[in-house]
């Protein structure tokens, strides 16, 4: 095996993903993965830190968009508007990476998972999080800019579900200004 193969990362993560869809996650190893990628077990935990991790490589490059988006809005933006730039780079961040298959093979994964399906709803609780703390940072009332995240989280959650459908076409930044409408028309309606 090589001691430095460049694109490591990608065949391993490449190699994860085909091996838990074929073998199930809890009977993939890391040696397997490692084997499939063509590179050693030592390459592999240079790049993960375990195997799932692998699922979970790239949250942090989502989360950075959500919270940059907020950081570099106009000074004069409204809390929905912090919101709406957050999601539209969030989306932007996940359709430009390995696309919606890739979601959705991952996502058949996660689901499969009780352990999983944690990791996941501990990524999106730290994501409601930074956003929180973003909007905050922005000046954002503690009480609205909380609000704010969680409802960003579930806008996103909501939208990226429909996304990975299986006979879905949409955008999802399509989708997720459709959440943030429906979010706006029930607001709407509890004050009528």
């Known amino acids: ?15 994860a993903m085909e091996l838990f869809a074929e073998d199930g996650y809890e009977a993939t190893t890391v040696a397997g993965i490692a084997g499939r990628a063509g590179v050693t077990e030592r ?3 240079r790049h993960f830190a375990d195997k799932r991790e692998v699922l979970f490589a790239g949250g942090e490059q989502l989360e950075a968009a959500f919270v940059g988006a907020i950081a570099d809005a106009p000074a004069d933006a409204s809390v929905a508007g912090l919101l709406a730039a957050a999601l539209d780079a ?26 999983l399906r944690e990791r996941e709803l501990l990524k999106l609780a730290k994501l409601s999080h930074a956003v929180t703390a ?38 999802l ?15 709407r309606a509890g004050t009528a």
């Open 1 to 15: 095996m090589a001691r430095w193969a460049p694109g490591a990362s990608d065949r391993l993560q490449r190699a």
């Open 43 to 45: 390459t592999f935990f």
């Open 90 to 115: 969030g989306g932007r961040v996940l359709q430009g990476g390995r696309g919606r298959d890739f979601a959705r093979m991952r996502n058949g994964i996660i689901t499969a998972n009780e352990q």
């Open 134 to 171: 973003a909007l905050v940072a922005r000046g954002v009332a503690q009480v609205t800019a909380s609000l704010a995240g969680e409802l960003g989280v579930l806008v996103f959650k909501t939208a990226f579900a429909r996304w990975i459908a299986p006979d879905e076409t949409r955008d």
């Open 173 to 187: 930044l399509e989708l997720q200004r459709e959440g943030l409408a429906a979010i706006s028309d029930l607001t």
